[in-house]
T-cell receptor, first 111, second 114 residues
């Protein structure tokens, strides 16, 4: 069974700090990795994707992928109260259109 | 929401009644998906479509059927709703091709089956 695991949290960080969110996956054939943000009562929205080992930066967000260790992480720099949400990790394996989703990590940024 | 609408946005129905949810996109994307999201289970794929009249089952397809007669519309039908189908339903779309192919979500439909 292919799995994607995330710590459910809540992860609490002070405003201005770096928030670090982690995701592990079981299938070594996984090729693409996605981070989504979901505010309470809203739909998931894409933050960024990554498919090569290493770091990918987009504004305050950095995704880090380590295929050997089978984990992907999301760093949020200068965290803001507006970043408080649930962060979902999703993984695509092979040529399959389907995504395997983690249950999400709840992040609270305290002013 | 990347040109995706869902209707209705909220619905309350009774056990045993048929229910149809509609997803409409203006992006001309080939792939469309129906998910349900429940506490403790996360997002689970119900059905997806890879073209007009081309659909396939996801991991929780029992009790659901879908149809896609036009590129822009993807319908999800609960033939006889049950209380276990109370959930939030999301439609998503994606273009075909590449490792960066990304799914974009509609606003969701909250369905309550009494």
């Amino acid at each position: 069974q292919k799995e994607v695991e995330q710590n459910s949290g809540p992860l609490s960080v002070p405003e201005g700090a770096i928030a670090s969110l982690n995701c592990t996956y079981s299938d070594r054939g996984s090729q693409s990795f996605f981070w989504y943000r979901q505010y309470s009562g809203k739909s998931p929205e894409l933050i960024m994707f990554i498919y090569s080992n290493g770091d990918k930066e987009d504004g305050r967000f950095t995704a880090q992928l380590n295929k050997a260790s089978q984990y992907v992480s999301l760093l949020i720099r200068d965290s803001q109260p507006s970043d408080s949400a649930t962060y979902l990790c999703a993984v695509r394996t092979g040529n399959n259109r389907k995504l395997i989703w983690g249950l999400g990590t709840s992040l609270a940024v305290n002013p | 929401d990347a040109g995706i609408t869902q209707s209705p946005r909220h619905k309350v129905t009774e056990t045993g009644t048929p229910v149809t949810l509609r997803c409409h996109q203006t992006e001309n994307h080939r792939y469309m998906y129906w998910y349900r999201q429940d506490p403790g289970h996360g997002l689970r794929l119900i059905h997806y479509s890879y073209g007009v009249k081309d659909t396939d089952k996801g991991e929780v397809s029992d009790g659901y059927s879908v149809s896609r007669s036009k590129t822009e519309d993807f319908l999800l039908t609960l033939e006889s709703a049950t209380s276990s189908q109370t959930s939030v339903y999301f439609c998503a779309i994606s273009e075909a091709g590449g490792r960066s192919d990304t799914q974009y979500f509609g606003p969701g439909t909250r369905l309550t089956v009494l």
